[in-house]
């Protein structure tokens, strides 16, 4: 496949606006058009209605699995300040911790143990694998439709990447349905909080491992930041044993709290979906860099060949 080449492309700086746009129409054009997402004769939990269930909802130490919902605001909850770093944060700065990230995973675990009725299904995040409108595509950075051809025209990856979008829609577990790193607050206590419901409904549960471990995966490679050539490489490969230590005490939390039974394969579809989505969205603000073409590599090899996989779970 011929590589976008980043000398040719200079950056394209969009606002965080934009960026927030462009991740709902990342949900929008994932909602899988041979799902039904409207339950016949029975009307769906709200945003609101979905975030006071999963407040009411208590892990270790009593803490909620999200903070109080204080109202609604033009049909979005609003809920309880958090002025503490978001996940993501501490995992780019290297203060993020084992217990923090087992709590992650136990979070996850309860929320998924527990299925209130009239649910959604669950909003998938996924590149954009489907035609664009043009509109949207005349948004786009010339490094994103550089992104979206390479997409589009590797057929293997391509329909892998539809089946398995589907796939994390059709299961019947409550998901969180974007459990990123930056979604997940920690409390002076070390407590994660989830907060941003609007993708959450029912699926499989490797819908939330998948983002959550393709985020801790991303955000151990951004913080990796070196010059190019050999101290570059070096970097990248302390990042990504640093991702496999921190993805591994995520899922052992989440399978010693007791958590579904994950199957190994679509969770190594799912973690290269959530890296190619991650991809697609930092290539709005950034060249085509050494960490995209990484992000981009690991997300493409595991989608084809999961078994890669197991160099970094092999409890899978």
């Known amino acids: 496949?011929?590589?976008?080449?980043?000398?040719?492309?200079?950056?394209?700086?969009?606002?965080?606006?934009?960026?927030?746009?462009?991740?709902?129409?990342?949900?929008?054009?994932?909602?899988?058009?041979?799902?039904?997402?409207?339950?016949?004769?029975?009307?769906?939990?709200?945003?609101?209605?979905?975030?006071?269930?999963?407040?009411s909802l208590r892990v270790r130490g009593n803490a909620p699995v999200t903070p109080r919902v204080l109202m609604t605001r033009m049909g979005r909850p609003v809920l309880e300040a958090v002025t503490t770093p978001r996940l993501d944060a501490r995992?780019?700065?290297?203060?993020?911790t084992p217990a923090?990230?087992?709590?992650?995973?136990?979070?996850?675990?309860?929320?998924?143990?527990?299925?209130?009725?009239?649910?959604?299904?669950?909003k998938v995040e996924s590149p954009p694998w489907e035609a664009l409108s043009a509109p949207f595509w005349m948004g786009l950075s010339r490094v994103q439709r550089r992104m979206v051809g390479m997409l589009h025209t590797h057929r293997e990856l391509r329909q892998e990447g539809r089946r398995v979008r589907?796939?994390?829609?059709?299961?019947?577990?409550?998901?969180?349905?974007?459990?990123?790193?930056?979604?997940?607050?920690?409390l002076p206590s070390g407590?994660?909080?989830?907060?941003?419901?609007?993708?959450?409904?029912?699926?499989?549960?490797?819908?939330?491992?998948?983002?959550?471990?393709?985020?801790?995966?991303?955000?151990?490679?951004?913080?990796a930041k070196a010059p190019r050539g050999p101290q570059a490489h070096m970097?990248?490969?302390?990042?990504?044993?640093r991702a496999a230590v921190l993805t591994r005490e995520a899922l052992s939390g989440y399978r010693g709290a007791g958590g579904h039974v994950l199957d190994a394969e679509l969770l190594a579809r799912a973690v290269g979906c959530g890296l190619l989505a991650r991809v697609f969205m930092?290539?709005?603000?950034?060249?085509w860099d050494r960490i995209a073409e990484?992000?981009?590599?690991?997300?493409?090899?595991?989608?084809?060949?999961?078994?890669?996989?197991r160099a970094i779970d092999a409890c899978g």
């Not at 059709?170 to 920690?186: E, F, L, M, S």
């Not at 989830?194 to 471990?213: M, Q, V, Y």
């Not at 930092?282 to 060249?287: A, M």
């Open 1 to 55: 496949m011929r590589q976008v080449s980043a000398c040719r492309m200079p950056p394209v700086v969009f606002s965080i606006p934009y960026v927030e746009a462009l991740r709902g129409v990342l949900l929008s054009i994932s909602d899988t058009p041979s799902v039904d997402r409207v339950v016949a004769g029975e009307r769906t939990l709200t945003e609101t209605e979905i975030a006071r269930l999963a407040a």
């Open 91 to 96: 995992v780019q700065e290297g203060s993020e």
């Open 100 to 122: 923090c990230l087992e709590a992650v995973g136990h979070a996850l675990a309860v929320l998924h143990a527990t299925t209130p009725a009239n649910l959604p299904l669950v």
């Open 166 to 186: 589907d796939q994390l829609a059709a299961g019947q577990t409550w998901c969180h349905g974007d459990a990123r790193t930056n979604n997940i607050c920690v």
């Open 191 to 223: 407590t994660p909080v989830f907060i941003d419901w609007e993708a959450s409904g029912t699926g499989r549960p490797e819908a939330d491992l998948g983002l959550l471990c393709s985020s801790l995966i991303t955000d151990s490679l951004v913080a």
């Open 235 to 241: 970097a990248l490969s302390r990042g990504m044993n």
């Open 282 to 287: 930092r290539v709005s603000v950034t060249q």
């Open 294 to 309: 990484t992000l981009y590599q690991i997300g493409s090899r595991l989608l084809l060949e999961p078994s890669r996989w």
